[in-house]
């Protein structure tokens, strides 16, 4: 048995207490120097120390139609908050709505300098000044923050024109709300029209190739990515017909070599193909019943219309057709089968119109087939294309005639004739062009 004493109890407690007093001495001491003594230098020791998390997000990848066509893109933007402490200074609402337009508009990256920037905004906050001072129902204040919630989307302003040749600009250009386009296919389907001259008489006994382009032509309009498909068909098709091209200039590839290049490119060819037959035959569904309609129409039933797309292959054929073709291509030294030697049939009482018709004939099949690419454009998009026709009138009877012009009616059209005779009749705006002076009649 241990028996421990009071005195020595009373001396280890003593003891204990004061290494416990000189612990709390020792800390209170070592916080008074870090706040006060050496600051700086433990700011800098913990700073460093402190782990800083910062969140990194993925960028947003775009979005991309079957065709690559791109549908949506990432953009930098800037985002005007209205605070509802400044809606009472027309000052601060003017200056932030004309910066906020003015960044936004294709006229800011053309602005080299800040006072050419300044210059911009400050021509944009003085429209909208007069926008706010045109409304009645309110206050400057009250307008100018309806303009800023309810604020309309601006247009988009299409300029064309052709320079002669002495001007500055000689040729054609073209600027997307003032700015030129970045490429000239930013401009398909910024303008649908469709346009008749007598150079489409030969869509009927022309060849093939003048018949490919008017439907190709009307699909760009329509859609703008076909264009994307059609330009790398032709890039692939050039690539090819290279290949295959047999050049004096310099040495023959084995055959080997151009077996292999050419089962490549034979792969990019049927896809782009593909895609482009599938619109051509999409297209000539709808278009081939309202042109058939629109001639029985002009020749008043006395004749019937046919259209056919004459195809070398069927749908998700043509790459086992160039396949097995391949070494048909190789002797002959060019491309010989795809879309770009498919054709259209155009028929009138089951028989070919290009053999056939005759001159009244062909100019009434053109013009259903330009009518009736004007319905389908309209059925496409919700808009109706602008008409433009030079000397449509010649060769044809007086009924057609009339029924072209009775067509015409409540749609933006622009006829061009040498005899104003039949123009008379109509109830549209009729023009004279004497000596490079144009006149109303």
Request: hydrophobic share 40%.
């Amino acid at each position: 048995m241990i028996t421990i004493t009071k005195s020595r109890f009373a001396r280890r407690s003593l003891v204990l207490c004061g290494l416990a007093g000189a612990a709390v001495i020792w800390l209170m001491l070592s916080l008074v120097n870090l706040q006060l003594v050496s600051p700086r230098k433990t700011s800098g020791v913990s700073s460093g120390g402190i782990i800083e998390r910062e969140v990194l997000l993925p960028q947003r990848g775009r979005i991309m139609d079957a065709n690559e066509e791109i549908l949506t893109s990432n953009m930098q933007s800037s985002e005007l908050i209205a605070d509802g402490y400044h809606l009472n200074d027309p000052k601060t609402i003017s200056w932030a709505l004309a910066y906020s337009k003015a960044v936004h508009s294709p006229f800011w990256e053309k602005a080299a300098t800040d006072k050419e920037k300044e210059k911009l905004v400050s021509g944009f906050r003085s429209k909208i000044l007069g926008q706010a001072a045109s409304k009645k129902d309110g206050s400057k204040e009250h307008n100018l923050a309806k303009i800023l919630l309810e604020e309309p989307e601006e247009e988009r302003r299409v300029r064309m024109t052709i320079g002669t040749p002495d001007s500055s600009r000689p040729g054609r250009n073209a600027s997307v709300n003032g700015a030129p386009p970045k490429r000239a296919s930013a401009l398909a389907g910024s303008f649908p029209a469709v346009v008749f001259d007598p150079g489409h008489l030969s869509l009927v006994k022309g060849a093939p190739e003048g018949r490919r382009k008017f439907l190709d032509a009307a699909l760009c309009q329509l859609y703008p990515g076909y264009l994307t498909v059609y330009r790398r068909y032709i890039r692939a098709l050039q690539q090819k017909n290279a290949l295959l091209r047999r050049s004096a200039a310099g040495p023959e590839r084995p055959y080997a070599e151009k077996a292999a290049l050419l089962e490549v490119l034979n792969a990019e060819l049927a896809v782009q193909g593909e895609a482009i037959q599938q619109r051509r035959r999409a297209y000539l569904e709808r278009l081939g019943p309202l042109a058939c309609s629109n001639y029985a129409e002009l020749s008043h039933g006395a004749e019937r219309m046919e259209l056919h797309y004459a195809a070398q292959f069927e749908p998700g054929g043509l790459a086992d057709l160039l396949r097995a073709r391949q070494s048909e291509e190789l002797r002959a030294g060019q491309s010989l089968w795809g879309p770009h030697r498919e054709d259209i049939e155009l028929l009138l009482d089951g028989q070919p119109a290009k053999v056939f018709a005759s001159q009244g004939q062909q100019r009434s099949v053109v013009l259903s087939l330009k009518m009736a690419e004007a319905a389908a454009a309209a059925a496409i998009t919700g808009e109706h294309p602008v008409l433009l026709l030079d000397d449509v009138l010649s060769e044809l009877d007086d009924g057609r005639k009339q029924y072209l012009l009775t067509r015409m009616r409540e749609k933006q059209t622009f006829v061009t004739s040498c005899d104003d005779t039949a123009f008379l009749k109509t109830d549209g705006e009729v023009y004279r062009m004497n000596g490079g002076v144009l006149t109303k009649a």
